[in-house]
């Protein structure tokens, strides 16, 4: 039979009287985020074998600068430091990185991961204050809700790849319909990036929560619905999002660099 954990004051760091595995989670999120920040500094530096035919690397969509199917094609802006490594990655991973970083559930998950602030639900703190995001520095969390504007913006550039990914080049220069593996990659990747974006606490708000009687606007009550379906799993759409990312960008590099071959469901 499960036991009740009195729940106390706790005075010293890391001071609990609970019995589980407390520690795992805080863990997990330590190794996760800087697995992923590891690869995806390095991915984004290389600046090249980010498409391989129709495929694009999230990580460089929508590419503004850096090659012929670029925006505004493949030479570097006048206005670009010199001193600066050219990849068309730093024009937009800035948009998803600040998204996530100040993404409500994540705030609380590194909090508690790197800062031990607490680092579990009734397990003592290295500090007795507690400033929250009241001051500064955390006081910037709040521009949340604008990178959320643009990572929308960034949904529908990732929906656009989806088409390319139908695409591709055959030996006589042609392009015909296809399906490979890579398309399913990145197919999912907006699916789940998609899912992570639109349950999103700031655009739940934006769409009805801010209402007092939702009910009296049918469109924006549908809307909340719909997003707190897809928020009621934040946590899950944030994690599979950011794997899936970062395996798209690695399966689209693989194929680029030979390493491995896309294989056609559909020719
Ligand atoms: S709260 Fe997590 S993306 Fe907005």
């Known amino acids: 039979m499960a036991q009740a ?14 019995r589980d595995a407390w520690w795992a989670s805080p863990a997990a999120v330590v190794i996760g985020l800087v697995a992923f920040v590891i ?7 290389q600046g090249a074998n980010y498409r391989y035919d129709g495929y694009l690397s999230p990580f ?8 012929p199917q670029a925006w505004f094609g493949a030479t570097r802006p006048w206005w670009y430091p010199s001193w600066l490594v050219f ?7 800035w948009i998803p990185a600040g998204f996530r970083l100040t993404c409500y559930y994540n705030r609380g998950a590194y909090y508690k991961a790197f800062w031990a602030d607490p680092p579990a639900c009734a397990v003592g703190e290295p500090r007795q204050s507690y400033w929250g995001e009241n001051y ?3 006081l910037l969390q709040n521009i949340h809700r604008y990178f959320m504007y643009l990572a929308v913006l960034l949904v529908l550039a990732l929906l656009t790849d989806v088409w390319h990914a139908f695409w591709f080049t055959d030996a006589s220069g042609h392009e015909h319909f296809g399906i ?13 990036v998609g899912g992570y974006t639109f349950g999103c606490h700031s655009l739940r ?9 939702p009910s009296l606007c049918p469109l924006q009550s549908k809307l909340y619905s719909c997003s707190s379906m897809l928020n009621r799993r934040h946590m899950a759409w944030f994690w599979c999002s950011l794997a899936w990312v970062g395996f798209s ?12 071959s896309d294989w056609r469901i559909v020719f």
Not at 181 to 191: C, N, R, Y
Request: glycine share 10%; aromatic share 12%.
């Open 136 to 138: 500064f520095p955390l």
């Open 249 to 260: 960008d690695l399966y689209v590099r693989l194929c680029a660099m030979g390493v491995i």
């Open 39 to 45: 690869y995806t500094t390095w991915a984004a530096l």
């Open 180 to 192: 490979g593996v890579g398309t399913l990659v990145i197919a999912l990747d907006v699916f789940l």
């Open 205 to 213: 708000h934006l769409c009805g929560g801010r209402l007092n009687q």
């Open 60 to 67: 460089y969509s929508p590419e503004l600068w850096g090659s």
């Open 87 to 93: 990849t068309p990655a730093l024009f937009i991973l």
């Open 5 to 18: 954990v009195a729940i106390t004051q706790q005075d010293r760091f890391g001071q609990t009287s609970r």
